[in-house]
């Protein structure tokens, strides 16, 4: 019986020959054969430019030329097998550096120059970037994650969620997901642009404009971030953009709506009138609505969000655009809500909502706790949907599923939702060609205010029209809060107190037959 050894050594001069085989056929092979790109429709080109008559050739014409062969003649290396092996793993290296180490496609966390421009704390603001030489597609993620609005809220946020307060504790590299991800199966659209990650560490909804003083326990800078941000990436890169996608979840797509022109303002004083700037609000588009239940506002969460909004101004310093805050004057405030600023922006914005969003019930105190829910709760929640679709139905550019959940665009199953048979990815995609064929248009007439329509199989406006949480059957995958197990959507509805024979008496159908649609996801 031979040894392990034995094994191992007869292995590897087996691999060895394979190697040195297949480098042997590729080494020798024509130029014409070995071409990647186009190498059929090379080909193709070859025979289509030879002539249909060929001259009659001799019997010594007609010989075919073949590479010239050798023996291989493995014996020799046989007694030094491990410097053979090294020496074959260097060529290997060598001809193909990429197998040799993983490429890094981590963002790389730069703090900023100016160090004015700071953190809740004080400490220095930054941002994580991937560059992707020769693109000129740039993508810049502003980070959600709730705000506070008075020294408490503050207080109590920088003890349990310092890391959005503070930058001292931020990791060396950041792996994006999503749109971020550098994976074209991941992010079939934007895996190749330069990807940028803001963190969210001021606490304001990227608004505030105030530092730290003596008098002051907190700076207030999200918006001078931004700005702050963008003028560094100019230095790398940015000024030569053709297209700069200010992108946000949660507080950070609010912080989109808030910031989207001021960017492009900013690019267009600085000289840069060619890069396109447009938003994506993924998750950031609250309404004012009236709670479920009216709380005293002792902290972020049951406070009611207007009021948590117009406190938060007025303790952060926020900003509003120029054009909102004019045609709300003394409510400034409303300038936080989608449906409020939306309507007075410049820039083209891309609006990505739940129809249930699970931040918007939190704040109007429905707290899907894992306890069926009352009928007057069930209500309010499809009234939430009724109201959000309303706000939603005149914007041009959006994608709105009917599930209960909060953010997206970062989400490594952002490709599996759809609307309609569209999925989000799909949806940008086509939303980018109709930019771009606006632009064109527009161009050549030498204004600005046509509007190319969707092009058919390319939609643009998809929203959900069944009316109850997760009636999409591609939403994400609910989990039972107790026990960690998957439920059907008949289940969850169930669990959440639906009552399937009074919803298909109000629908005027049999309850077998609702129950059907609710499980095909009709």
């Known amino acids: 019986m031979r040894s392990r050894g034995g094994f191992r050594s007869s292995a590897g001069l087996s691999a060895v020959r394979s190697c040195l085989l297949l480098l042997f056929i590729h080494m020798s092979a024509p130029v014409e054969a070995r071409r990647v790109r186009g190498g059929r429709a090379q080909t193709r080109r070859v025979q289509q430019q030879q002539p249909q008559q060929q001259p009659q050739q001799t019997p010594e014409q007609q010989r075919v030329e073949v590479p010239e062969s050798f023996p291989l003649d493995f014996t020799a290396v046989e007694s030094n097998m491990d410097n053979f092996m090294v020496q074959v793993k260097n060529l290997a290296q060598s001809l193909y550096p990429c197998s040799a180490k993983k490429l890094d496609q981590d963002m790389k966390l730069h703090l900023l120059s100016n160090l004015s421009v700071t953190c809740n704390d004080g400490s220095s603001s930054g941002f994580y970037i991937k560059e992707s030489k020769g693109s000129r597609r740039w993508l810049l993620f502003l980070e959600g994650g709730w705000y506070c609005f008075n020294k408490q809220t503050c207080s109590s946020r920088y003890e349990t969620m310092r890391n959005l307060m503070s930058s001292t504790k931020w990791p060396q590299s950041r792996r994006g997901t999503g749109i971020l991800s550098p994976d074209p199966e991941e992010n079939p659209h934007w895996w ?11 606490s304001d909804v990227w608004s505030g404009a105030t530092p730290k003083t003596e008098h002051s326990d907190y700076a207030f800078m999200g918006s001078l971030i931004i700005k702050e941000v963008v003028k560094e990436l100019l230095t790398k890169g940015l000024d030569k953009a053709k297209v700069l996608l200010l992108a946000g979840s949660s507080a950070g797509g ?8 001021g960017v492009a303002e900013q690019l267009q004083a600085a000289g840069h009138r060619g890069v396109q700037v447009r938003g994506l609000v993924d998750s950031g588009w609250f309404l004012d609505n009236k709670q479920y239940k009216t709380t005293d506002c002792l902290d972020t969460v049951s406070c009611a969000p207007t009021e948590a909004i117009k406190r938060g101004v007025r303790y952060w310093g926020g900003l509003v655009p120029e054009s909102c805050r004019q045609a709300h004057v003394g409510e400034e405030w409303s300038c936080f809500l989608g449906y409020k600023v939306y309507p007075t922006l410049k820039s083209p914005v891309f609006v990505v909502q739940w129809l249930f969003d699970e931040a918007q019930l939190t704040v109007d105190n429905i707290h899907l706790t894992g306890q069926p829910l009352h009928e007057a709760q069930w209500r309010y929640i499809q009234n939430l949907g009724q ?101 059907s959507v008949v289940q969850f509805l169930k669990h959440m107190g639906f009552d399937v024979q009074k919803m298909a008496q109000q629908q005027g159908m049999d309850a077998k037959r609702l129950l059907g649609m609710l499980s095909n996801g009709s």
């Open 387 to 487: 109201e959000l679709r309303s706000t939603l139905r005149d914007i041009p550019a959006m994608f709105a599923p009917a599930c209960l959940s909060h953010e997206l665009i970062t989400r490594t199953y952002w490709m599996d939702i759809q609307v309609k048979g569209t999925s989000l990815p799909r949806a940008l995609h086509c939303w980018d060609r109709s930019l771009q064929s606006t632009l064109h248009l527009n161009s050549s007439h030498g204004q600005k205010k046509h509007r190319t329509p969707p092009s058919r199989g390319c939609p643009l406006h998809l929203m959900d029209s069944c009316p109850w949480p997760h009636c999409n059957p591609s939403c994400p995958t609910i989990r039972d809060q107790l026990t960690g197990q998957e439920m």
């Open 254 to 261: 609010t912080g989109v709506l808030l910031n989207v022109d």
């Open 192 to 202: 190749n642009a330069n990807m940028v990650f803001i963190p969210y560490c001021s």
